[in-house]
């Protein structure tokens, strides 16, 4: 882990509500791409900074809109300049931000095979670590068979054969988090 890698992830860990999540996700990564360079972990330790500094002008609802291109496309710009402007504070060179920026504004929809990786990172580490949020999501009225498209959704997008594989057992216990939740309705 580069210097640059471990002040980003010791960042994320001192403002971000989900850092496992972040970190997890540059976890997956590497488990998904053992040559993974520093740009592609960087991208998946600060892919959701901006959750982290909630916008109060944001026209989203994130439980809502989590499927909304319009909400996905918002999501990934407005991380892609907090990590963009955060790594230019500490020195990364022009070059590594520009592929962090770059991987960062994809990493909902992926598209070149760093993309993807970063992407099936994302949904490995949130059905891992985040089914939490879906089951909050029920509990606060949210019906549930929203929480479970948006399980189903993370686990569907993925492209990479070996991470759909693991995908598999995460959304089974997703699943049944939600089940749970429901039953306890």
Known sequence: MSDLEAR???WIE??????????????WAVVLEPE???ALRIAAVLHDVERAFPDP???????????NPGYLR?????AATIAAR???EHGAPSGLVDEVRRLILVHEEGGWEEADVLQAADSLS???TLSSVTVAWVRNGTPPERAIDKLRFM??????????AEAGPLLDRALADVDAAVGAS
Do not use: K, N, S, T
């Open 126 to 128: 949130f059905l891992e």
């Open 8 to 10: 980003a992830q010791g």
């Open 14 to 27: 001192e403002v971000h509500p989900h850092a496992r999540h972040l970190v997890r996700a540059r976890d």
């Open 57 to 67: 002008e944001c026209p989203w609802d994130p439980a809502g809109d989590w499927d």
């Open 155 to 164: 686990a569907d997008r993925i492209r990479i054969p070996e991470a759909r």
């Open 74 to 78: 918002w999501h990934q710009e407005r």
């Open 86 to 88: 955060w790594l230019g």
């Open 36 to 38: 993974a360079g520093e």
